[in-house]
Nanobody, 130 residues
Framework: EVQLVESGGGLVQAGGSLRLACAAS????????IGWFRQAPGKEREGVSC????????YYADSVKGRFTISSDNAKNTVYLQMNSLKTEGTAVYYC???????????????????????WGQGTQVTVSS
């Protein structure tokens, strides 16, 4: 059974930090790109960052570049999203997802759209207070 389980969400003040984790099981981890998406109330889901678990290449949305860092621990089948200097507009449910074609997309510098991802986690709430 394929599973993606997010953890690490919570309430943080603006300017603070959180580290999200996405633990994967049930598929060959190294064959997939793992992405993080977020969805704020009343807004569309947006891609935040992704990482190729095979070669470590990464992508960041402009809105988080320089503040967020994605990393992968292949021994634990887990991807992390370190979020620093959080802003109130970062309040959202954060989801991790797996894309079997993501490596190809990263080679041309793009992150797959949400419908292009194969598997999804249940999400974790991040609330940034002012």
């Amino acid at each position: 059974e394929v599973q993606l389980v997010e953890s690490g969400g919570g309430l943080v003040q603006a300017g603070g930090s959180l580290r999200l984790a996405c633990a994967a099981s049930g598929f060959t981890f190294d064959d997939y790109t793992i992405g993080w998406f977020r969805q704020a109330p009343g807004k569309e889901r947006e891609g935040v960052s992704c990482i190729s678990t095979s070669d470590g290449s990464t992508y960041y949305a402009d809105s988080v570049k320089g503040r967020f860092t994605i990393s992968s621990d292949n021994a634990k089948n887990t991807v992390y999203l370190q979020m620093n200097s959080l802003k109130t507009e970062g309040t959202a449910v954060y989801y991790c997802a797996a894309d079997s074609y993501g490596g190809v997309r990263l080679r041309v510098g793009v992150m797959g759209l949400d419908y292009e991802y194969d598997y999804w986690g249940q999400g974790t709430q991040v609330t940034v207070s002012s």
